[in-house]
């Protein structure tokens, strides 16, 4: 398989969105914005067939980072999310994943509201790495 980020051979994760055969390298995934779920299936998506939240909500001009206080994003990016029970701590896909790797799936919350169980569910399908601790 050739890998259509970098377009070299060896790529061994295709698109699990059904008719698509986009196949990339794991490496290659997160800068082109594919997203991995760590969950159950470990099911790995293209950038078009990624999953979205579900928050339909956009940031208030000079918006920062709960997590690092770097202003994020005018929208809902990859790079860009939001906490869908709050809906207003806005935090880098980065700093996210920093605190899902230190906390682990038992102490994962979000940091403004501290809501854990939907926090957790939207991270998991958004592709954060949340290990089992």
Request: with cysteine; aromatic share 10%; hydrophobic share 35%.
């Amino acid at each position: 398989q050739v890998c259509f980020i970098c377009g070299q051979s060896g790529a061994t994760i295709t698109c699990h969105e059904t008719g698509c055969d986009q196949s990339f390298h794991l490496p290659c995934a997160k800068p082109a914005g594919c997203v991995t779920q760590y969950i159950a299936f470990y099911r790995s998506f293209c950038p078009e067939h990624s999953p979205q939240q579900s928050a339909d909500v956009t940031p208030q001009p000079g918006t920062n980072c709960i997590i690092c206080l770097e202003p994020v994003e005018d929208t809902k990016t990859f790079n860009t999310m939001v906490c869908p029970a709050c809906k207003s701590a806005w935090f880098h896909r980065d700093c996210i994943q920093g605190q899902a790797l230190h906390s682990g799936i038992l102490a994962l919350q979000c940091p403004l509201c501290r809501n854990s169980e939907d926090f957790s569910v939207e991270m998991f399908i958004m592709g954060i790495r949340i290990p089992f601790r």
